[in-house]
């Protein structure tokens, strides 16, 4: 239970709390021959949702971003798919998050990677921007909402910082077709607390409301989920040890239906 007087957004900052992963990531990379890294070589660690780097490469295939675009990141983390969109799209990338502790490792690694010319690390939520309205061309959020209870406020936000005609694309977690309890802890909340769920169908209902013309909508079947492997890079070394149960939880959900996922793309209107 939350402590007395807790909020979510306290509950979700000691939850992705991590310390030292840049600097552990780096020296292994580094031990391994690769100075200046890629933001493949450290997708491992920093594209922490289901799909991982492909997922964040398929949103942006679906946005169409280059070079001229400024994107905004929301719930951006260690900033994994900000570097991946930076690198490989050429665009400039806004990165923003609740958890001041994963923009600090963030911002090392996009140091390492070259990139901090292009990605930027911001701490604000993503309920109160702190962005002038029509500011982006684009924005991205990947397995984010889940912790978030205003989600009609996350997406209205959404809208306000885009130009007229921005595009926005999110990969989420939503509740599945079987109605039973989910169990916890999954990778975004130790405690059902902090998890706020909906189902697709009012997800588009709520983004329709906060003015998203609705472009592209797809449940994509979820891929088996596989505990990562306890060396190297991978998730234990952002999440903690406690990650290959989470995951564990979340392929049994995906496998029977509790949980599902949903990859969307809108416009704000022109």
Known sequence: MPARGERPEDGVRTHYGVRGVAQRALAVLAAQGVVRPAPADLAPIDELH????????????????????????????????????????????????????????????????????????????????????????????????????????????????????????????????NPGPVAYPLPWASRPEISFLLTPEETRTRMEEAGFLIEWWEQPEPPRMVVPAANGLDQRMALGEGIAERIANLGAAYADGRLALLRVVARRPA
């Open 50 to 177: 289901t799909g991982g780097i492909r997922a964040t490469r398929e949103l942006a295939s679906l946005l169409g971003l280059g070079p001229d675009d400024l994107v905004l990141d929301l719930g951006c983390g260690l900033g994994g798919p900000a570097r991946c969109i930076a690198a490989e799209c050429g665009s400039t990338v806004v990165g923003v998050d609740l958890t001041f502790a994963l923009l600090c490792e963030g911002r090392l690694l996009s140091e390492a990677c070259g990139l901090l010319g292009r990605v930027h690390h911001v701490a604000g939520t993503a309920l109160r921007l702190p962005f002038r309205d029509g500011s982006f061309d684009a924005v991205i959020t990947q397995h984010v909402v889940m912790n978030i209870a205003d989600r009609a406020g996350f997406w209205r936000e959404a809208a306000r910082v885009l130009r007229p005609g921005g595009r926005f694309a999110a990969f989420d977690v939503v509740r599945g077709p």
